[in-house]
């Protein structure tokens, strides 16, 4: 791989650090809205950087005919990446916690409110209704 090739890969994986750490922090201010409307072309670099980085692993040789400087700007840019990415994972399961949370109690308030008791005393008992309601939690969206 060309010092140009390498540096085209450093840009990259920079640009993609850069769009991680903004989405992040869009997450961790409860505003994934602004995310949301950098998705698309996210998506599009991390599918692009995923094809470059599994080249290079298949053959780390491609990287050989690279400067020394240049390789480690790359490593330190790929590091910089990870931990991107996992502040991206801790701020996207953060949210993800809060939004079922949110879910879960609204669901149960329903319940309660649809739920009317029937009678007053030791005999007291929940009356039932012919409506089915149904609500769903997927635990793993």
């Known amino acids: 791989m060309s010092d140009e090739k390498v540096q085209q890969l450093i840009a990259l994986t920079e640009q ?77 399961f953060a949210l993800k916690t809060v939004t079922e949370g949110v879910v879960q109690a609204i669901a149960e308030e329903v319940a309660r409110s649809r739920a009317a008791t029937a009678g007053y005393g030791p005999g007291a008992r929940m009356a039932t209704r012919d409506t089915a309601v149904a609500i769903a939690l997927n635990r793993r969206a």
């Open 16 to 92: 993609l650090t850069e769009r991680m750490r903004q989405d992040a922090e869009a997450f961790e201010a409860r505003r994934p809205f602004e995310a949301a409307g950098r998705m698309e072309e996210t998506q599009q670099l991390a599918n692009l950087y995923r094809r470059e980085s599994d080249r290079v692993r298949q053959n780390p040789g491609l990287l050989a005919g690279a400067s020394q400087g240049l390789r480690q700007r790359l490593a330190r840019a790929s590091v910089a990446f990870e931990a991107t990415l996992a502040r991206h994972g801790r701020a996207v």
